[in-house]
Nanobody, 127 residues
Framework: LQLVESGGGWVQPGGSLTLTCTAS????????IEWFHQAPGMERKGISC?????????FGEDSMKARFSISRDIAKNTVTLRVEDLKPEDTGIYYC????????????????????WGQGTQVTVSS
């Protein structure tokens, strides 16, 4: 399984972005896929994940639901993260990661449990 993120860039505060994680080599239906944010000098932090088989979604914090949304497109083999009302603290690299589904929901997996990672896409929020 290979993952490639796209959609990053520079955006003004209050703007929005759609980040896409495109998979190849295997279908995402057998995987849990999570988006991570890594701010400068900080560790990667999970934002949201989705189960590839049924589309169940999970968020790291309830407050994230107001600005983040995650979805999957089985036909395109992609997972999309939509971010609204971007803030300067959203600056950083966004990664998608995947690992085979198991009984424990994907959001409870540790960072080290994800075997497949994309290269990341940079998002810069500034005026």
């Amino acid at each position: 399984l290979q993952l490639v993120e796209s959609g990053g860039g520079w955006v003004q505060p209050g703007g929005s972005l759609t980040l896409t994680c495109t998979a190849s080599g295997e279908t995402l239906e057998s995987y849990g896929i999570e988006w991570f944010h890594q701010a400068p000098g900080m560790e990667r932090k999970g934002i949201s994940c989705i189960s590839g088989n049924d589309g169940t979604t999970y968020f790291g914090e309830d407050s994230m639901k107001a600005r983040f949304s995650i979805s999957r497109d089985i036909a395109k083999n992609t997972v999309t993260l939509r971010v609204e009302d971007l803030k300067p603290e959203d600056t950083g690299i966004y990664y998608c990661a995947a690992d085979p589904l198991r009984s424990v929901p994907c959001f409870y997996w540790g960072v080290s449990e994800f075997d497949y990672w994309g290269q990341g896409t940079q998002v810069t929020v500034s005026s």
